[in-house]
């Protein structure tokens, strides 16, 4: 059995002495040392006085005619087609005058026949002049032949009147074209009995072209007629036009609530009626708006707030904000947050008041470009 020497004693001392200096050094540095938390977030943005209103519409004419025959009847012909150019004049459509046409003869007849009853009572009227004037016959025998003849004169007028009105109606089982312009709609057909006034072909006159978009009643105070807009078109993106509002509707839509709005374009040859467009128009912001991501918001206290960062001593800190509305994925906060604020965009749930954080270089410039306090539509 081996033994330790008494000389090699206080050297293990020492040994053990040191090793338990540095264990405790150790437990102090751990305890001290700061836990920094890496936070992804944005910067808000400087807000501006003005907004930018965008909405989508169509390309029109200025003038568009919704013919109709000015008779009831049997559509029997339809000489265009949609997209067809018409000039003044053109036959449209035809209704079946089969029965107008015999309602010409009818009138023809009865005039004819008008026409006969006042030769005859002419013929009366003269034997009672002849008469009257020989002291053979009395004056009132006169004056009844001189009324029979004015009354066969008044019914041959009515009925030449007659024959004129029904001839017109056969002429009217045409349906023609007041103005040039392109069919841009066939509202009847063939074989269908329409009425008087009912729309069958849709003409869009030659001319001003506009564009019609549907303004929601939030923004309708923006647009007045004189305001200049700037319009550009889904089919090409290097044509931008800028056209002046000319007409507001007075009311909204029953179904849909918005107000139709008309801006006039200048004439260029690449605009063609039915195309898309955007409008783009300036309107004064009557409240300033942040945009932040909806990861951003938390709750305190049944509380809307956002954690915000202090840029000296990286520290996070709860702020109270007042939601205006949710949109997509975001949020917008009407009071609260100020521009050049730095917002925790993400991990608010690991938040604490006064918790160290690390800010990423990345991440910093990123969140220069977080959405802007504007009002754009």
């Known amino acids: 059995m081996s033994s330790i020497s008494p000389t090699r004693v206080p ?44 909405y989508s519409g169509s390309v029109r004419a200025r003038v568009e005619m919704n013919l109709g025959f000015r008779i009831n009847g049997k559509i029997s012909q339809r000489l265009v087609d949609v997209g067809q150019r018409v000039k003044s004049g053109d036959f449209l459509a035809r209704i079946d005058a089969a029965d107008y046409e015999l309602s010409v003869r009818s009138a023809q007849a009865s ?42 004169v008044a019914t041959r007028d009515s009925a ?9 109606q056969v002429s009217y089982t045409d349906l023609k074209s007041d103005q040039n312009g392109i069919v841009t709609a066939i509202n009847a057909d063939v074989g269908q009995v329409v009425g008087s006034g009912t729309p069958v072909v849709t003409v869009a006159v030659d001319g001003e072209k506009e564009i019609l978009v549907a303004v929601p009643e939030l923004d309708i105070a923006q647009f007045r007629p004189g305001k200049t807009v700037k319009a550009s078109f889904w089919s090409d993106a290097a044509l931008t036009l800028h056209g002046r509002v000319r007409e507001v509707a007075g009311s909204a839509d029953p179904q849909s ?37 909806l990861s951003a918001l938390a709750k305190k206290d049944d509380q809307p707030i956002v954690w915000t960062v202090d840029r000296t ?5 709860s702020r109270a904000v007042k939601i205006a509305d949710f949109v997509g994925d975001g949020v917008r906060v009407a009071e609260g947050l100020k521009p050049g604020d730095i917002v925790v965009s993400a991990g608010t749930q690991f938040m604490t008041e006064g918790l160290k954080v690390k800010l990423d270089g990345a991440t910093g410039q990123k969140s220069a470009l977080a959405d802007t306090a504007t009002l754009t539509r």
């Open 313 to 317: 001593v990286a520290t996070v800190h």
């Open 257 to 293: 609530r918005t107000f139709a709005v008309r801006i006039s374009l200048p004439n260029d040859p690449k605009v063609l009626l039915g195309m898309t467009a955007n409008i783009e128009a300036s309107a004064d912001s009557m409240r300033q708006l942040v945009s932040i991501p």
């Open 111 to 152: 005039l004819d026949a008008a026409e006969r009853q006042v030769e005859t009572t002419e013929l009366a009227r003269n034997r009672a002049e002849q008469l009257f004037a020989k002291n053979v016959s009395p004056k009132s025998q006169l004056e009844q032949a001189q009324l029979s003849y004015d009354q066969a």
């Open 11 to 54: 050297s293990y001392t020492f040994l053990a002495a040191a090793l338990l200096t540095l264990a405790a050094c150790s437990d102090d540095k751990a305890e001290t040392r700061e836990i920094l938390r890496p936070v992804k977030v944005i910067e808000i943005a400087q807000t501006s006085d003005t907004r930018t209103l965008n």
């Open 160 to 168: 030449r009147s007659a024959l004129d009105q029904a001839r017109n």
